[in-house]
């Protein structure tokens, strides 16, 4: 469909994210080498945008195998915010760490005892402004990320930009990969 490639190197040190191991999850415990990770736009072998972002479930009370797996997956761009500020992506047919697929609606469905789904957990690529009902513009002290990838708002939107000057639209869908040093 376009030329465009996204390629995120983690670094391992990133799974690193707890102050104090021994520790519990915790707003002041959770916030080590947070959005350490590179970010790059590519346009067939060039670099177009480049930019440091979050890729581990970092967020206190979420689930750290939420995190994506190192390998391919998709952006779905321009997805519905629901509440996010700003233009966000899903992101689509990945896994997590613990093997679970993230499906072409970036969603995980984690199936009940009954058979029944239990949640619908969605993937996605944001910025850091808190969520609504919180004002606009207001941003978390580090990318909380609940297996997200979490861009500064600024660089988020400039990343948006290119997109519109390659005439991305809704749902167009950008391959990409993850790789780990």
């Not at 072998?45 to 009370?61: C, H, R, Y």
């Not at 700003?86 to 993230?102: F, T």
């Not at 499906?103 to 009940?112: A, F, P, R, Y």
Request: proline share 4%; aromatic share 12%; charged share 20%.
């Amino acid at each position: 469909m376009n030329d465009l490639f996204i390629r995120i190197i983690r670094k391992k040190i990133s799974y690193n994210y707890k102050r104090y191991s021994d520790k519990p999850d915790a707003w002041d415990n959770n916030d080590q080498n947070s959005s350490l990770d590179d970010f790059h736009l590519y346009v067939d072998e060039g670099i177009l945008f480049s930019d440091k972002v979050q890729t581990i479930a970092n967020i206190p009370g979420g689930r750290f195998l939420d995190t994506i797996a190192p390998g391919q997956f998709q952006i779905k761009c321009f997805v519905p915010n629901r509440s996010f500020y700003g233009r966000i992506h899903g992101i689509i047919n990945a896994y997590d760490l613990d093997g679970q697929r993230i499906n072409e609606n970036s969603i995980e469905t984690v199936v009940g005892t009954n058979g029944a789904p239990m949640s619908f957990t969605r993937w996605l690529m944001h910025d850091n402004q808190k969520l609504m009902p919180n004002l606009p513009n207001q941003m978390t002290r580090i990318a909380w990320s609940a297996g997200c990838f979490v861009h500064s708002k600024a660089n988020l939107e400039a990343f948006n930009t290119i997109l519109d000057s390659y005439k991305i639209m809704p749902n167009d869908v950008i391959n990409g990969e993850l790789i780990e040093e």
